[in-house]
């Protein structure tokens, strides 16, 4: 076997074609083909691939985190639902239990009381050649009174009725434009336009720096749709009082104010549902050269748009803030 195997390697045969063979790889070293020269830009597309669909996905979660508070949550539920149950009670059942056991007889008192007042005052301008007057002024007493206590005997139901009006111009709203738009950015910026590495990470920073102000953004949003609910039950569990305030002239104003101040409050779930949902809107309507800033290269142009983006989400923050003022502010509060 040995002996086979050295006179294979020591004939003629063997040594032309280890000379064809050097040759041909000499050559082939020589002129390399040219779609080898390729590998770097394909490496370099395959990462700027992955950078910008994650930046992508980044902003369209940061939109969709913020669409759900008011598609479906609080602004959303129903007056029974609105911040969920412990079991077997609501915060419904225990503002309702408030309402009909402690308040609602509170609120019959101050009627009676109004009610007595008004009888005294009818009393003293009567005389005894007027008294068809005042059998007129008691008989309207009476119709007051009793209109005033349908109202609020039934006070937690109205209350929860305004709310429903809201409600439905909310569902009226997200049936007409629906949760807002997806957020796109290679429609926005220039720097997911290019395949540049430098850029694409830069943007990347600011897309996970920005998730910090989103989530106080929707942190803000949280507590905001939450205490709005917290307000609503507790100003409808103390209806009686207010609603028994209206019917005497020296504090009707301040009855009428509590039922502008409880409109306004159910008006602030439209106005942040607004809010919610333009959101993803303005974003999709920013552009990375429309701030001013000369457009050097893409790096500048990201974060031109980057800044532009946090500012929104800052201004989303405050307009969240100040949801309620505005609705007062429509009222003429």
Same mark, same amino acid.
């Given at each position: 076997?040995?002996?086979?195997?050295?006179?294979?390697?020591?004939?003629?045969?063997?040594?032309?074609a280890?000379?064809?063979?050097?040759?041909a790889?000499?050559?082939?070293?020589?002129f390399?083909?040219?779609?080898?020269?390729?590998i770097?830009?394909?490496?370099?597309?395959?990462?700027?691939?992955?950078?910008?669909?994650?930046c992508?996905?980044?902003?369209?979660?940061?939109?969709?985190?913020? &669409?759900?508070?008011?598609?479906?949550?609080?602004?959303?539920?129903?007056?029974? %639902?609105?911040?969920?149950?412990?079991?077997?009670?609501?915060? #419904?059942?225990?503002v309702?239990?408030?309402?009909?056991?402690?308040i609602?007889?509170?609120?019959?008192?101050?009627?009676?009381l109004?009610?007595?007042?008004q009888?005294?005052?009818?009393?003293? &301008?009567?005389?005894?050649n007027a008294?068809?007057?005042?059998?007129?002024?008691? @008989?309207?007493?009476?119709?007051?009174?009793?209109? =005033?206590?349908?109202?609020? %005997?039934?006070? =937690?139901?109205?209350?929860?009725?305004? #709310?429903?009006?809201?409600?439905?111009?909310i569902? &009226?709203?997200?049936?007409?434009?629906?949760?807002?738009?997806?957020?796109?950015?290679?429609?926005?910026?220039?720097?997911?336009t290019?395949?540049?590495?430098?850029?694409?990470?830069?943007?990347?920073v600011v897309?996970?720096?920005?998730?910090?102000?989103?989530?106080v953004?929707?942190?803000?949003?949280?507590?905001?749709?939450?205490?709005?609910?917290?307000?609503? #039950?507790?100003?409808?569990?103390?209806?009686?009082?207010?609603?028994?305030?209206?019917?005497?002239?020296?504090? &009707?104003q301040m009855?009428?104010?509590y039922?502008?101040?409880?409109?306004?409050?159910c008006?602030?779930? @439209?106005?942040?549902?607004?809010?919610?949902?333009?959101?993803?809107?303005?974003?999709?309507?920013l552009?990375?050269?429309?701030?001013?800033?000369?457009?050097?290269?893409?790096? @500048?142009?990201?974060?031109? #748009?980057?800044?532009?983006?946090?500012?929104?989400?800052?201004?989303?923050i405050?307009?969240?803030?100040?949801?309620?003022?505005?609705?007062?502010?429509i009222?003429?509060?």
């Open positions: 076997m040995a002996g086979a195997v050295r006179k294979a390697l020591s004939g003629d045969g063997f040594a032309a280890f000379c064809a063979t050097s040759v790889l000499a050559l082939a070293f020589a390399p083909q040219p779609a080898f020269a390729g770097a830009e394909d490496i370099n597309a395959w990462l700027c691939g992955i950078l910008r669909d994650t992508n996905w980044i902003f369209a979660g940061q939109a969709d985190m913020l &669409r759900s508070i008011g598609a479906d949550g609080v602004l959303a539920a129903d007056f029974a %639902q609105m911040l969920g149950s412990a079991g077997d009670v609501t915060m #419904y059942d225990l309702r239990g408030v309402w009909q056991a402690a609602l007889p509170i609120g019959c008192g101050m009627l009676s109004v009610f007595t007042v009888l005294i005052k009818v009393s003293q &301008r009567m005389d005894g008294s068809m007057p005042g059998v007129k002024e008691v @008989v309207f007493m009476l119709v007051f009174f009793a209109v =005033f206590l349908f109202l609020i %005997q039934n006070s =937690f139901d109205l209350m929860q009725a305004v #709310y429903q009006v809201v409600q439905l111009a569902d &009226r709203v997200t049936g007409l434009f629906g949760t807002g738009s997806e957020l796109d950015l290679s429609e926005v910026s220039i720097t997911t290019d395949d540049d590495v430098a850029a694409l990470l830069a943007m990347l897309a996970l720096v920005s998730w910090v102000v989103v989530i953004a929707y942190v803000v949003a949280l507590v905001v749709s939450w205490a709005r609910a917290i307000q609503i #039950y507790v100003m409808a569990a103390f209806s009686p009082i207010p609603l028994a305030l209206v019917s005497l002239d020296e504090t &009707r009855g009428v104010g039922l502008k101040n409880f409109a306004a409050v008006l602030a779930g @439209v106005i942040i549902l607004v809010l919610l949902v333009s959101f993803p809107i303005v974003l999709g309507g552009d990375a050269a429309s701030a001013g800033v000369p457009v050097v290269d893409s790096i @500048v142009g990201g974060l031109s #748009y980057a800044l532009q983006y946090l500012a929104m989400c800052v201004l989303l405050l307009s969240l803030v100040k949801s309620g003022s505005w609705a007062r502010d009222l003429g509060g």
